[in-house]
């Protein structure tokens, strides 16, 4: 096929799919090669931040990026997977941007590659840094799609790392334990990087690794902690002062961890990128991810999340146990092949009182006669299933009455799908 950057998009995306042998190829030298070829024009890189961990990524990326455009500067975000359109994936100021730019930055990437093959996310990776040195923001802030150590955004020396949570996910890839994953999720650090792990129970692998590099890394549950009100939080500080919060827009008690883990990391890097006490409150109050407990309507109230493993699983089903609801609750559930679902659905025994199921019609979905096995195992009896997604959540919406609760969970492609019916 031959592409240039007047082709659509989706001729460009299609043509990536294809373009190499593996979905997801881990490691750093053809995308290193490939970058250094594409960035001989650029004369300096953006300040860097980069967000790993297993949960909670998008909304500390979205948390960052909405404090830092509240303290006027100029913010390039690259973060996966997208929900309804692939530019969601780059921004600029909050904004995703435009096909053109996009198309004009593959046809850069595709002229710098020569021979060498890429992935559709490395084309991706490759895609925001370049649009994000073309457009001279003044910070990038890149989201891992997958570990750390070897994910393609790993080719940048970031200025600055964030982890989130650590949990077992992605075996295949990262290992089956929390210590093998914490190792992949540290690879992103540097020495004498500033650097904020927001998990406090984090394996001793992740400190001691940031030890022996001469990380600056500031931990959760030891350098500070939260506390937790009805209405408020405050951020504690190890020895400091402590700094009292409005709660964030995000919902859940999950997202002021995600923000203390933002703050302390602004904080920590404060000697080169200045942010005050009201830029982070106005920015708290203003962030929005979509697909994050995500309201959509009332009578019955529609919950939106793309809880996909134990962890967000536990965080969701803690957040409708919060909840006032007084009625049933429905869920729309399907998930990816490659997913631990008893551990998904194991939280949710004693609060769903219904399940639509429904495949995902994808190569890595997980096939409705293993969700049905894998729900008799369980001891799950009050399910129904359907052709798609979109019918299961029709269903879910017509059964349901107005003092009903309705969520939606289980991966970003069953998010993504109820949204396309929105």
Known sequence: MCLSETSSLEDWLTWQEQ???KEIDLGLQRVSKVYKQLAGEYLKQPYTITVAGTNGKGSCVALLESILMCAGYRVGVYSTPHLQHYNERIRLNGEP???PVLTASFQRINQSRLDTSLSYFE???LA???IFNHASVDIQILEVGLGGRLDAVNII????????SIDIDHVDWLGADKSTIALEKAGVFRPQQKAVC???SVPDSLREFALTLGTDLLLAGIDYSVDIQAKHWCLEPQNQRSTRYSLPSLAGDHQIQN??????LLNHVSGDITVNEQQIETGLKQTSLPGRLQKIATNPSIYLDVAHNAESATALAQFIEKTDNQGQVYAVFSILADKDMAAVISPFKKIVNHWSLAPLNIPRSQSISAIETAFTQQGIETYSTHGSISQAFDYAKKQASKDDLVIVFGSFYVVAACLDTV
């Open 19 to 21: 373009l190499h042998v």
């Open 97 to 99: 941007v435009e096909d």
């Open 123 to 125: 084309f991706g990776t």
């Open 128 to 130: 925001a840094l370049d």
């Open 157 to 164: 020396d970031a200025n600055a790392a964030l982890i989130t």
């Open 198 to 200: 927001g998990d406090a």
């Open 259 to 264: 923000a203390a883990a933002v703050i302390t």
